[in-house]
Antibody
Framework: QVQLVESGGGVVQPGRSLRLSCAASGFTFSSFDMHWVRQAPGKELEWLAF????????YYADSVKGRFTISRDNSKHTLYLQMNSLTTEDTAFYYC??????????????????WGQGTRVTVSS | DIRMTQSPSSLSASVGDRVTITCRASQNISNYLNWYQQKPGKAPKILIY???SLQSGVPSRFSGSGSGTGFTLTISSLQPEDFANYCCQQSFSIPYTFGQGTKLEIK
């Protein structure tokens, strides 16, 4: 079945780096755009980054632009999020999600499906 | 950025009740609106996409409506497994943004 499994979370000091991975299975990974989304404790979901199916297009939320880098290795069916200069504000559950779309005429509707189970990142001294 | 505002932030209801959750966008997003359900400790699950299209496998008691800036998610007859958090998300433009969520609790 379609599955996404994140890994790489943990406790890290402010200013340090962490790399998250998201292993995909059950679908043709190289054909799908992908996203990272996070949820801080008690906060709403926050979209972080997008990467196109071939890695040629990347977009970021302002809150992480210049600090986080999304990438993918289609040969390994794996999505990554390199997180640098971490602050306590980055403490959250991090989810990877597949972009799923529906084309109706000239319109393209997209949503996140499925999501991984999430990996917890705690930034603390 | 497009701001998504949900109401209410929490809601108490009983099994069998009909409930409606509202999501408002800060600008016209046509029908680029998705609804998710999230249970504690679990990842969000898509319920409704494009404002009113039911995701495959989602029970028909869930429905969505609206266009432009105002949207609703309706559960026609609450079941025990429906007590969860619900949030809306706009896919009109990047950065994609979510509502703050509605916690649906058992009365």
């Amino acid at each position: 079945q379609v599955q996404l499994v994140e890994s790489g979370g943990g406790v890290v000091q402010p200013g340090r780096s962490l790399r998250l991975s998201c292993a995909a299975s059950g679908f043709t990974f190289s054909s799908f755009d992908m996203h990272w989304v996070r949820q801080a404790p008690g906060k709403e979901l926050e979209w972080l980054a997008f990467i196109s199916y071939d890695g040629s297009q990347k977009y970021y939320a302002d809150s992480v632009k210049g600090r986080f880098t999304i990438s993918r290795d289609n040969s390994k069916h794996t999505l990554y999020l390199q997180m640098n200069s971490l602050t306590t504000e980055d403490t959250a559950f991090y989810y990877c999600a597949r972009d799923h779309d529906y084309i109706w005429g000239d319109y393209r509707f997209n949503w996140f499906d499925p999501w991984g189970q999430g990996t917890r990142v705690t930034v603390s001294s | 950025d497009i701001r998504m505002t949900q109401s209410p932030s929490s809601l108490s209801a009983s099994v069998g009740d009909r409930v409606t959750i509202t999501c408002r966008a800060s600008q016209n997003i046509s029908n680029y609106l998705n609804w998710y359900q999230q249970k504690p400790g679990k990842a969000p699950k898509i319920l409704i996409y494009a404002a009113s299209s039911l995701q495959s496998g989602v029970p028909s008691r869930f429905s969505g409506s609206g266009s432009g800036t105002g949207f609703t998610l309706t559960i026609s007859s609450l079941q025990p497994e429906d007590f969860a958090n619900y949030c809306c998300q706009q896919s009109f433009s990047i950065p994609y943004t979510f509502g703050q969520g509605t916690k649906l609790e058992i009365k």
